[in-house]
């Protein structure tokens, strides 16, 4: 048994408008990539209209998902949080242990919260940098009093969520 490695979920949630996703979606990726393990999966999820996930799906596995979770429904062509939230209840595991990177624009920094009390998980909100430790836990660097002094905290648990501020990583295309 100790031969079998150890793997990770690590999920991130791609974001839309109009049918077309937006770069913060590509850049948690790239997140997603730097903190992986050799045998983690890393999962884009897609919450859209039902016409929308053929286009994005290969798009999002160009730039580093190995797989795509999506849930189409007409209730998720346009952000809502009760509707965001009970379909990533859905979608994220209830018994293995994940990771959740979400984008730190104003559709994450509202759903965020909302998801980690509905899971009751650990949220490391508006980070700049992110590591993987070695048992695990997620680091963060997230700034304050105005970025003037950088914080860093470490998160632990069956469950964490992370939001990351946009524009700081580069997409990758595979």
């Known amino acids: 048994l100790s031969d079998v490695p150890y793997t990770m979920n690590i999920y991130t949630l791609a974001e839309h408008r ?14 997603a990539r730097q903190i992986a393990k050799e045998n983690d999966t890393i999962h884009a ?4 209209q039902e016409s929308e996930w053929k286009k994005s799906c290969p798009l999002l596995c160009q730039h580093g998902a190995d797989q795509v979770d999506y849930a189409a429904s007409e209730l998720l062509a346009q952000y809502q949080a009760e509707f965001y939230s009970q379909a990533l209840s859905l979608i994220l595991p209830h018994q293995d242990p994940f990771y959740l990177l979400i984008g730190g624009t104003t559709q994450g920094k509202e759903l965020a919260p909302y998801l980690a ?4 998980a650990p949220l490391l909100s508006d980070c700049i940098q992110l590591t993987r430790t070695s048992d695990d836990c997620l680091e963060v660097v997230h ?8 914080a860093r905290f470490r998160s632990q648990g ?17």
């Not at 770069?23 to 948690?28: H, V, Y």
């Not at 009390?117 to 009751?120: H, N, R, V, Y």
């Not at 700034?143 to 950088?150: N, T």
Request: aromatic share 6%.
């Open 18 to 31: 109009e049918g077309e996703l937006k770069k913060i979606s590509m850049e948690l990726l790239a997140w």
């Open 45 to 48: 999820i897609l919450l859209c």
């Open 117 to 120: 009390a509905k899971l009751k």
């Open 143 to 150: 700034p304050i009093y105005a970025g003037k002094v950088f």
């Open 158 to 174: 069956r469950v964490q969520l992370v939001t990351l501020r946009p524009n700081l990583i580069a997409p990758l295309s595979l």
